[in-house]
């Protein structure tokens, strides 16, 4: 069946760019997306990628796809402490019609 | 900007009680989606409905049921509470299939 697999955990020095990494194995997945959930709350949308690009810029987002291997990557330039959070990518899977999650990665960013 | 609202958003109930976790949505959307979020495990779909009165299990529907009386409205249901049902549940509305999730905040229960 369907797939995602992410890191757990990454932690970065504020400033730096911060780069979350994902897998799926659903190759006719039409969009990927990213969440972000902060402490305490729900999942908000941060972006999206349609398959047929392979990158896609939104300020200090930068979301790179490698259709070839299933890799998905969400890159954050010059990190901010309100950049903590848990980033969870997701595939949508043609076979049942829903989002498929990975496990989510904590990105703690240290000051 | 869609707008989805759980009812509660701490909740502790004891062992074996009837729980109900209520969603409403109000931007007309015809999917929605109960999901249970647990460290490590990420998010797993507990139910989903794509109309009023429609239903289907999910990945992990055991110890659960649904009720969708209404479009915007969108209920879980633990018939008898146990303490492996203690996690953070997320409602999640969509326009579509395969379109984009919009969740709420979220209910953080705890069975005690």
């Known amino acids: 069946g369907e797939d995602v697999e992410q890191s757990l955990f990454l932690s970065v020095r504020e400033g730096d760019s911060s780069v979350i990494n994902c897998t799926y194995t659903?190759?006719?997945?039409?969009?990927l997306y990213w969440y972000k959930q902060e402490p305490g709350a729900g999942l908000q949308l941060l972006t999206y990628?349609?398959?047929?690009?392979d990158m896609k810029q939104d300020q200090r987002l930068t979301v790179l796809l490698n259709k070839k291997d299933k890799h998905l990557s969400l890159r954050i330039a010059d990190t901010q402490t309100g950049d903590s959070a848990i980033y969870f990518c997701a595939e949508d899977s043609s076979n049942t019609g829903k989002l498929i999650f990975g496990q989510g990665t904590t990105l703690q960013v240290k000051p | 900007d869609v707008k989805v609202t759980q009812s509660s958003r701490y909740l502790v109930k004891r062992t074996g009680e009837k729980v109900f976790l209520e969603c409403v949505q109000d931007m007309d959307h015809e999917n929605m989606f109960w999901y249970r979020q647990d460290p490590g495990l990420g998010l797993r779909l507990i139910y989903f409905?794509?109309?009023?009165?429609?239903?289907e299990k999910g990945d992990i529907p055991e110890g659960y049921s649904v009720s969708r009386e209404k479009k915007e409205r969108f209920s879980l249901i633990l018939e008898s509470a146990s303490t492996n049902q203690t996690s953070m549940y997320l409602c999640a509305t969509s326009e579509g299939f395969n379109e984009k999730l919009f969740f709420g905040s979220g209910t953080q229960l705890s069975v005690l």
């Open positions: 659903d190759s006719s997945s039409t969009y």
């Open positions: 990628i349609f398959s047929n690009m």
């Open positions: 409905s794509y109309d009023v009165k429609m239903k």
